[in-house]
């Protein structure tokens, strides 16, 4: 064989192996994938830590939390940062834990209580973000340890109701273990910080997760996103134990 041809024939060869590969290459870079969350940053930097294991980008899409909720229910998006409930279960595939987030509960000066478990409640009544759950045990607790009021509110709306005597108290929840992060969350605002107080227990520690719809058009990216959690695990508990200012309103 004519040895110029063949080079020819190999040069051809190797040029289209390398428009096939740039096709695939392009064609990876092009899966992104929507997550919904909220406003924390917080979740922005654990989505980073994640990123360089999975072979799809974030689409990231920051929205209200009954909007994340809506989403994640629809299968348009993977929600992130949603507690793991029996009901939920029945409509959502969820993924393994991202980090664990501590309930803390804000009241008026002067009307803290001792708190070790749900009973302690007594009867109060508990303003919460509309779609927030923090697990079985606290929906099935509703109206015997205490009274839900949803309201369609970000914390420091929900903070003056407890001001105002609509509610005994609401609740900001983030990774921290103390309570700390939570009382300088209420220094935001002053007025509020002088008449509330932050209880030094939380009310529920629950883990909280990725979540889509069950057999939806994204629950199969849940797998990989599961090999992600459990190789960047530590980093994970490093950034949560380090982001006591991230500003997540619920464990939801």
Request: aromatic share 6%; with cysteine.
């Amino acid at each position: 064989m004519d040895p110029h041809f063949q080079s020819s024939r190999i040069a051809r060869r190797s040029l289209l192996l390398s428009a096939l590969l740039g096709r695939l290459a392009m064609g990876a870079e092009a899966a992104s994938v929507p997550v919904a969350l909220d406003e924390s940053p917080e979740l922005q930097r654990m989505l980073d830590v994640l990123s360089p294991d999975l072979d799809f980008s974030w689409n990231r899409q920051v929205v209200p939390w009954a909007r994340l909720i809506s989403m994640a229910e629809a299968g348009t998006a993977i929600g992130m940062s949603i507690a793991r409930t029996r009901d939920r279960e029945a409509r959502l595939d969820f993924s393994a834990p991202i980090f664990h987030k501590h309930a803390w509960m804000v009241v008026r000066r002067g009307e803290g209580f001792g708190y070790q478990r749900l009973a302690d409640l007594a009867g109060r009544r508990v303003c919460l973000r509309r779609g927030v759950s923090y697990g079985d045990a606290f929906e099935a607790a509703e109206g015997q340890a205490y009274h839900l009021e949803v309201v369609d509110s970000p914390l420091e709306a929900r903070l003056r109701m407890v001001q105002r005597g609509r509610c005994d108290l609401t609740v900001w929840s983030n990774s921290a273990s103390g309570p700390d992060a939570a009382v300088r969350r209420l220094a935001t605002w002053p007025d509020l910080a002088a008449q509330m107080e932050v209880l030094p227990v939380p009310m529920l520690t629950v883990g909280v997760h990725f979540a889509t719809r069950k057999g939806g058009p994204l629950a199969h990216w849940l797998p990989q996103i599961d090999q992600a959690l459990r190789r960047e695990r530590a980093a994970l508990q490093r950034l949560a134990a380090g982001t006591a200012e991230g500003r997540a309103e619920g464990s939801r």
